[in-house]
Structures are given as structure tokens and as C-alpha cells.
């Protein structure tokens, strides 16, 4: 039986938690002291774990084989879900410079929600490409390939509530299947992403918003997607002289 095999069959009596893969990874890559906790009594007697006695008369805990395996297959199920996300977030910021926009991944905003400060890092951000500041109409889009992520973010109402003080629409961007529109707070607006489309299932709310001057210098150590200048814009439009020469 391959490490894998054993991975899986130690799980499957175990039933590991996000916290008992969590903790294995810790011990893998620590010295391995042990917790005296619930979670590492089960993965000792999952045989995922197992007591070394040192010389010193210490016990710490190794990773076994099998703990390995199920290390392993927990890092290539969440790079396949990274991966799907991150083709996703790229497809939204794509055709947010299509739409003649200005678009950042992953960028790190503050914001006053209520009496404290939040943080937050919306998957794309965007506005418009304009040199008046009343029509930026920044624009935020959070992107959920998986239900179970897309519930945990929504219990999240502090997160989303800086989404809303940072940008006059927030979208949310669900994989067909994940949730009904319903299940999407009305203050946001609903895309549903298919293999081929992005469709509007509900539109946002559009409220007007200028941005604060820290968001202003959060943008300026940024670096904005590529395709967004007016000459990159034209080449997706295709050379008009050469084709109407052609």
C-alpha cells in the first residue's frame, strides 16, 4: 500500500478536520513537541502521528508515512482549488480592462466599519480609466468557486461591509452551481461564472463613492493588471485600417 493508500485509509477512520491537517503540517515542520490536546490524540491513534522517546528522556511526535501522504494530498487538493480560483479572479480582471477599466488582483484596502478599521483584499478591484475623479466608480468583485467558501465569506459581515465602504458596487462572483442568488446578501450584485459566460443574475446596487487618500496611495504601490491603456484596448478591437483594406 502506497503512502497515498495509507493516507486515505487513516483519514477515513479519523475523519480529519481542516484542524487535524493543519496540525500535521505544524509537527512536520517543527521539532515536533507535543500538545497533550484532543486533536493529537486523534492522530496518534490514526497512526498518523507517532511518540519518539529522545535520549534526554523527552517525547516529541513524527509525521508518519502515512500522515505524510494525507500532508500531501491536502497541499494538491488546495492547489487545485487555488488554481481554479485564480483562473477565475484572472477572467473577471480581464474583462473588467475590457470594459475600459483600470483592475487590481489581490489588493490590500483599509476601511472604517463602524468605529474600527478593517482590513480587507477583495479578489479584483477596479475603475474606470478616466481623468475626472466624480466617474471612477470603483468597483469591487469577490470571486467563490467553492460553496463552502463562498458560506464562510458570507458570515463575514464585517469583511463585506468594508467591501461597501471602499467601492460604490460590490459583486459577488459565484461557479454555476455553488448557490442561488438569494443566498447573496441584496447589497451586492450576483455573477454567475459558466465555462463560457459570466452572467448577471442580480445587478449591484450602485451607490455613488469617492475614494479616501489612503486608498489613493494603496493604488499607487500597486501594479494594475496589464491591458488596460487605450493602445492595448485598440489591438483587441483589431487594426480597423488593415481590415477594411483586406
Known sequence: MDANSKAQAAAGTLAAS???RRRLRDVYRSAGWPCLDAIEVE???AGLLVRVQQPSGHETLRVTDAGIGLIAETLQRNRARRSAHEALVERVAREMTRAGRIAWRGLSLRAKVGDAWAMAMPDVFSIRHTTVEAYLEP???EVKVHRADLL???RQSTKRAAYLQMAGECWYVIRAGIALPEEIPPECGVLVATETSLDVARPAPRRALRLPF???M???RAAPMDGWRLEDA???LGDTADSSQG
Open 234 to 236: 485598440q489591438g483587441w
Open 214 to 216: 489612503d486608498a489613493w
Open 18 to 20: 481542516a484542524a487535524h
Open 152 to 154: 464562510g465569506d458570507l
Open 43 to 45: 492522530l496518534l491513534a
Open 139 to 141: 468597483i469591487v468583485h
Open 218 to 220: 494603496a493604488l499607487a
